[in-house]
């Protein structure tokens, strides 16, 4: 049973370009949770999705940064017009349920550079 | 505004002598704890949780426990080992409230186990 996928790990931008951040997540779950941890920081809260419909984006930053995760294929995190201060680790969790104290299992993470 | 502390940002300990990881938490809403594990270039692994109806748990070498009127938690890890050498992050959540499920995370301990 393959754990939580993401791709690329690593992408490297020029400032003002698109940064296109993609997430599958384990076998039989259907949460999808995004995190961004700045350099020395712990992980931040960005956005929680189910199939098709986004939850809670209390998180996200309210301009440039939208997440989707359609019936078919993987959750997208998507930066437009990326900045320097969006370079960053972001990260995938998913669970099964969103039931009370479901532990989140997550990604390796995709480590975002902007130029 | 940290509602997860995790005060002291390094650690170090002898192979075979126990660790110690400390985390403090200021909202009384949280009622689920985990602690995740995280290596270099990889992303946070579950280690073991605690709910707040409970004090303590433990999973093999890791013990977690709960002080609730001081909104304080720990992790033993006895005996620790080399390859226990990673950053250690204390997580919350809250099963009620507009963010229920979403997990809040300390800074991180990085622990070094030294042979």
């Known amino acids: 049973n393959a754990g939580v996928m993401q791709n690329p790990r690593h992408l490297v931008r020029r400032r003002g370009q698109e940064a296109r951040l993609r997430c599958s997540p384990m076998?039989?779950?259907?949460?999808v949770y995004w995190y961004r941890q700045l350099p020395e920081e712990g992980l931040k809260f960005m956005v929680y999705l189910q199939k098709e419909n986004i939850i809670d984006e209390s998180g996200m930053p309210k301009e440039r940064f939208s997440a989707e995760f359609p019936k078919e294929g993987p959750s997208i995190l998507r930066i437009q017009q990326v900045v320097r201060g969006d370079s960053a680790a972001y990260f995938c969790?998913?669970?099964?349920?969103?039931?009370?104290?479901?532990?989140?299992?997550f990604g390796p993470g995709t480590r975002l550079l902007v130029l | 505004d940290q509602q997860v502390k995790q005060n002291s940002p390094s650690l170090s300990v002898q192979e075979g002598r126990i660790s110690i990881l400390n985390c403090d938490y200021t909202n009384s809403m949280f009622d689920y704890f985990l602690w995740y594990k995280k290596y270099p270039a990889e992303g946070p692994t579950f280690l073991i949780s605690?709910?707040?109806?409970?004090d303590k748990n433990e999973d093999g070498r890791f013990t977690v426990f709960l002080n609730k009127s001081a909104k304080h938690l720990s992790l033993h890890i006895v005996p620790s080992q080399p390859g226990d050498s990673a950053v250690y992050f204390c997580a919350a959540s809250a099963s009620y409230g507009g963010s229920q499920g979403n997990l809040i995370f300390g800074k991180g301990t990085k622990l070094s186990v030294k042979p």
């Open positions: 969790a998913s669970s099964p349920l969103r039931v009370l104290q479901e532990t989140q299992y």
């Open positions: 076998k039989g779950h259907s949460h």
């Open positions: 605690i709910s707040s109806i409970k």
